[in-house]
């Protein structure tokens, strides 16, 4: 069984910084693309960013490119979201994925996390 869990999210102000995190167990997937994604209320799951299996290739939503950083460890079954100059319309519940391939549509992602909250205040 396969297990994703994110951490880092909270209550920030414009311009911070914040650095989420998925750590995965019960079955490692060193050999699976990562994705965050994001959701606001009322609105559908949006993908942020994906990283390839072994780092080598990223991909970004063009809302978040130039101020978001995904990358992974795989010793370390962890992957991360840097976020920089995070600007009101980033507030949303961030989910962590896992899939075969680097997709932007959430059905390609197999396995997912519960979500971690993100709120970035004016």
């Known amino acids: 069984q396969v297990q994703l869990l994110e951490s880092g999210g909270r209550l920030v102000q414009v311009g911070d910084s914040l650095r989420l995190s998925c750590a995965t167990s019960g079955r490692t997937l060193n050999e699976a693309a990562m994705a965050w994604f994001r959701q606001a209320p009322a609105k559908g799951r949006e993908f942020v960013a994906a990283?390839?299996?072994?780092?080598?290739?990223?991909l970004y939503s063009d809302s978040v490119k130039d101020r978001f950083t995904i990358s992974r460890d795989n010793a370390k079954n962890t992957v991360w979201l840097q976020m920089n100059n995070l600007e009101p319309e980033d507030t949303a519940t961030y989910y962590c994925?896992?899939?075969?391939?680097?997709?932007?549509?959430?059905?390609?992602?197999?396995?997912w996390g519960r979500g971690t909250q993100v709120t970035v205040s004016s």
């Open positions: 990283i390839r299996w072994n780092g080598g290739r990223t």
């Open positions: 994925a896992a899939g075969a391939y680097m997709r932007y549509n959430p059905g390609d992602y197999a396995y």
